[in-house]
């Protein structure tokens, strides 16, 4: 039996976070992952990658929407052949899990070891998601069908908002556990020995396509200035769900996420020789006029689309 | 000499004289002798028609292929055939479901005839894209919506459904980003919306249903170094004004919309207006009075930021004589 664990939440929550610190806590054990990435590029991936470790990229949609469920349900029943102990599914911020039960047992006679899901973990981001969740769906679908619920980025937000969090999240999955913190930091252990015990019976996922926002990658293969690069998420993060990426600059290679005005860039370790940053838009289209204008200010129009 | 002309006028220089565009349609077919479908389903003899049509018309710039049905196809729309014109969009998947279409199937250089498409334009590129401005019209985002979802566009959608409308209009726009990035990297010089449903949509609408996807489209165009039109047959002058200032360098008008009144309003803004003759001038096979008709377009537009070119494709049934005539008309 290999028992996965599911990490769902709005794009930029924390899941990779979280993700990681799984990968810490379970040294010990033997583990696939995969990493269910938005845009035309798995970021997420990069972040995560270690070297032994078993792990599948899905790219450009959700893994449970129709666009790429096929080459999901192909990735389950490949790792079902290897000799894990935990599979780590980081699904896509937009993603709607509403349907995994049903699907693990519809692909129960093709799985060699039998896949079972032992525990859906959602990351709610306390900045944004009482702004969200009744706008998007797929947020209270995550919610809902989540065992425990981490309310990351407390720090972020005051008490009122951390009570309206939970009141919100009681409406839509009384009982389940919540854990308040910041960067993910919670006991792993404390939380997965302490999961919801009956979950929500299986649905209809809400990932039609329908809910899926624009995505535009930027690449470049100059570095451009740090400073420049500072204006530019500026000026086109109110307009977008998220932004994330690597970007050469003058003072090194970056990691860039942005979660709507909450614009975080860090030194990158890695080698990287192109920039390549994608953005998901909040408003359309029209976002790329706005790119390609702060690009050209900011940037000497050294990003393009 | 031409291309130089074509370009230098879309983007509003002065030039010796107003250059003249072709936009042949599937009448390339009939100048090269090897049919409309052929023509249109074969990268060779579409290279083959573009060259025929360039040597015996001599057109500053034109267009490589000018099919509206290109992108439904991808879309997944079916096609009829007729065999002396272009196709038509025989279904339309969009008509009986408020769903949208799942962004892979947005166009690729692998669906529908773009396989056959791109390679012609390679080929076009290397045998004469160093002296005819090559346009590539592709299908605007509204033409495009009203392909996937029929009349519903028109009699539900746009008075009643402003949500639906907006998706389906920024999924057309996508679709359309795909294309300019293939036939850009094709090679083509500019880049044409065209939009022959667009008249139908009321002038006080068209604004704030389109600029937005508009501007985007035309600017990312420039921005990967082509410049932009927007074919716009049977617009009034209300609706022209409305499509002047959503960032295209070029807008052309059908023939129903006189030159001296379209005139009036593009010169007002930063844009380049493209008039021609009535498709029914080029079949009347009357090869004076379309020349007559072509010189007095010229004396219209003389001195003004225009090309000759209106905004919809020679027809298959256009008599060659006329065509001919109008040509020297035009470039003399």
Same mark, same amino acid.
């Given at each position: 039996m290999i028992d996965i664990i599911l990490l769902t939440g709005f794009l930029g929550a924390g899941k990779t976070t979280f993700l990681q610190r799984l990968l810490e806590a379970y040294t010990q054990h033997k583990l696939g992952i995969i990493v269910n990435d938005f845009g035309e590029i798995n970021v997420d991936a990069k972040l995560i990658q270690k070297e032994g470790m078993e792990m599948l990229e899905l790219s450009n949609g959700s893994i449970f929407c129709a666009c790429i469920k096929s080459k999901f349900v192909n990735?389950? =029943?490949?790792?079902?052949?290897?000799d894990l102990d935990y599979l780590l599914i980081e699904a896509s911020g937009l993603s709607d899990p509403a349907n995994m039960e049903k699907l693990l047992e519809d692909i129960q006679s093709q799985t060699t070891h039998p896949l079972r899901l032992f525990a859906s973990v959602c990351i709610v981001d306390a900045e944004y998601f009482l702004d969200l969740v009744d706008v998007l769906p797929a947020l209270a679908q995550q919610v809902g069908y989540a065992d425990a619920v981490i309310v990351?980025?407390?720090?972020? $937000?005051?008490?009122?908002?951390?009570?309206?969090?939970?009141?919100? /999240?009681?409406?839509?999955?009384? *009982?389940?556990?919540?854990?308040c913190t910041s960067y993910c930091r919670v006991e792993i252990d404390e939380l997965l020995s302490h999961l919801k015990s009956e979950r929500k019976t299986s649905g209809e996922t809400t990932n039609t396509v329908a809910s899926r926002p624009s995505s535009f990658t930027l690449r470049g293969k100059e570095s451009v200035a740090l400073q420049g690069l500072e204006a530019f998420l500026k000026e086109i993060a109110p307009d977008t769900y998220r932004i994330k990426g690597f970007v050469m600059t003058d003072q090194g290679a970056k990691e860039v996420s $942005? =979660?709507?005005?909450?614009?975080? /860039?860090?030194?990158?370790?890695?080698?990287?020789?192109?920039?390549?940053l994608v953005v998901i838009s909040?408003?359309? &289209?029209?976002?790329?006029?706005?790119?390609?204008?702060?690009?050209?200010?900011? !940037?000497? *129009?050294?990003?393009?689309? | 000499m031409g291309k130089e002309r074509c370009l230098q006028a879309l983007r509003r220089e002065k030039t010796d004289r107003t250059p003249w565009i072709l936009l042949p349609g599937a009448y390339g077919g009939k100048a090269s002798?090897?049919?409309?479908?052929?023509? !249109?389903r074969d990268a060779d003899q579409m290279a083959a028609a573009f060259l025929a049509c360039r040597e015996r018309y001599a057109p500053d710039g034109m267009a490589v292929l000018y099919d509206t049905t290109v992108e439904a196809e991808c879309l997944g729309c079916d096609l009829t055939w007729s065999g002396d014109g272009l196709p038509a969009v025989a279904n339309h998947p969009l008509a009986d479901t408020d769903e949208m279409l799942c962004r892979c199937m947005l166009p690729s250089e692998y669906d529908g005839r773009l396989p056959v498409i791109l390679p012609a334009m390679q080929r076009i590129k290397e045998e004469a894209g160093a002296d005819t401005a090559l346009i590539a019209p592709i299908c605007g985002p509204f033409t495009m919506a009203y392909q996937l979802r029929g009349e519903r566009l028109l009699t539900e959608d746009l008075a009643g459904s402003p949500?639906?409308?907006?998706?389906? !209009?920024?999924?057309?726009?996508?679709?359309?980003?795909?294309?300019?990035? +293939?036939?850009?990297?094709? *090679?083509?010089?500019? /880049?044409?919306?065209?939009?022959?449903?667009?008249?139908?949509?009321?002038?006080?609408?068209?604004?704030?249903? +389109?600029a937005d996807d508009y501007r985007a489209i035309f600017d990312l165009i420039r921005a990967r170094g082509a410049l932009s039109g927007l074919l716009a047959p049977g617009v009034s002058a209300a609706q022209l004004e409305a499509l002047c200032n959503v960032g295209a360098d070029w807008v052309s008008v059908g023939s129903a919309l006189p030159a001296a009144e379209a005139l009036a309003v593009t010169e007002k803004y930063? &844009?380049?207006? *493209?008039?021609?003759?009535?498709?029914?001038? +080029?079949?009347?096979?009357?090869?004076?009075?379309?020349?007559?008709? &072509?010189?007095? +377009?010229?004396?219209?537009?003389?001195g003004h930021p225009a090309v000759l070119c209106g905004g919809e494709a020679v027809p298959y049934a256009a008599e060659e004589e006329t065509v001919l005539a109008a040509a020297r008309a035009a470039c003399l």
């Amino acid at each position: 039996m290999i028992d996965i664990i599911l990490l769902t939440g709005f794009l930029g929550a924390g899941k990779t976070t979280f993700l990681q610190r799984l990968l810490e806590a379970y040294t010990q054990h033997k583990l696939g992952i995969i990493v269910n990435d938005f845009g035309e590029i798995n970021v997420d991936a990069k972040l995560i990658q270690k070297e032994g470790m078993e792990m599948l990229e899905l790219s450009n949609g959700s893994i449970f929407c129709a666009c790429i469920k096929s080459k999901f349900v192909n990735g389950l =029943v490949e790792m079902s052949k290897m000799d894990l102990d935990y599979l780590l599914i980081e699904a896509s911020g937009l993603s709607d899990p509403a349907n995994m039960e049903k699907l693990l047992e519809d692909i129960q006679s093709q799985t060699t070891h039998p896949l079972r899901l032992f525990a859906s973990v959602c990351i709610v981001d306390a900045e944004y998601f009482l702004d969200l969740v009744d706008v998007l769906p797929a947020l209270a679908q995550q919610v809902g069908y989540a065992d425990a619920v981490i309310v990351n980025k407390a720090d972020l $937000a005051d008490e009122e908002t951390l009570t309206g969090i939970a009141q919100r /999240i009681d409406e839509l999955n009384q *009982g389940v556990g919540v854990y308040c913190t910041s960067y993910c930091r919670v006991e792993i252990d404390e939380l997965l020995s302490h999961l919801k015990s009956e979950r929500k019976t299986s649905g209809e996922t809400t990932n039609t396509v329908a809910s899926r926002p624009s995505s535009f990658t930027l690449r470049g293969k100059e570095s451009v200035a740090l400073q420049g690069l500072e204006a530019f998420l500026k000026e086109i993060a109110p307009d977008t769900y998220r932004i994330k990426g690597f970007v050469m600059t003058d003072q090194g290679a970056k990691e860039v996420s $942005a =979660v709507g005005g909450n614009i975080q /860039i860090h030194d990158w370790p890695e080698q990287t020789e192109e920039t390549a940053l994608v953005v998901i838009s909040s408003v359309g &289209v029209k976002l790329v006029s706005r790119i390609l204008s702060a690009s050209q200010t900011y !940037l000497e *129009g050294k990003l393009k689309l | 000499m031409g291309k130089e002309r074509c370009l230098q006028a879309l983007r509003r220089e002065k030039t010796d004289r107003t250059p003249w565009i072709l936009l042949p349609g599937a009448y390339g077919g009939k100048a090269s002798g090897c049919g409309a479908e052929a023509a !249109l389903r074969d990268a060779d003899q579409m290279a083959a028609a573009f060259l025929a049509c360039r040597e015996r018309y001599a057109p500053d710039g034109m267009a490589v292929l000018y099919d509206t049905t290109v992108e439904a196809e991808c879309l997944g729309c079916d096609l009829t055939w007729s065999g002396d014109g272009l196709p038509a969009v025989a279904n339309h998947p969009l008509a009986d479901t408020d769903e949208m279409l799942c962004r892979c199937m947005l166009p690729s250089e692998y669906d529908g005839r773009l396989p056959v498409i791109l390679p012609a334009m390679q080929r076009i590129k290397e045998e004469a894209g160093a002296d005819t401005a090559l346009i590539a019209p592709i299908c605007g985002p509204f033409t495009m919506a009203y392909q996937l979802r029929g009349e519903r566009l028109l009699t539900e959608d746009l008075a009643g459904s402003p949500g639906y409308m907006q998706e389906i !209009l920024n999924y057309c726009a996508e679709a359309a980003f795909n294309m300019l990035g +293939l036939y850009i990297g094709a *090679g083509m010089d500019v /880049i044409a919306l065209a939009e022959p449903v667009l008249h139908r949509v009321p002038t006080e609408r068209m604004g704030q249903l +389109l600029a937005d996807d508009y501007r985007a489209i035309f600017d990312l165009i420039r921005a990967r170094g082509a410049l932009s039109g927007l074919l716009a047959p049977g617009v009034s002058a209300a609706q022209l004004e409305a499509l002047c200032n959503v960032g295209a360098d070029w807008v052309s008008v059908g023939s129903a919309l006189p030159a001296a009144e379209a005139l009036a309003v593009t010169e007002k803004y930063p &844009v380049c207006l *493209g008039a021609g003759l009535e498709q029914g001038a +080029l079949c009347s096979g009357d090869a004076a009075a379309a020349a007559e008709k &072509v010189r007095g +377009l010229r004396t219209a537009l003389e001195g003004h930021p225009a090309v000759l070119c209106g905004g919809e494709a020679v027809p298959y049934a256009a008599e060659e004589e006329t065509v001919l005539a109008a040509a020297r008309a035009a470039c003399l």
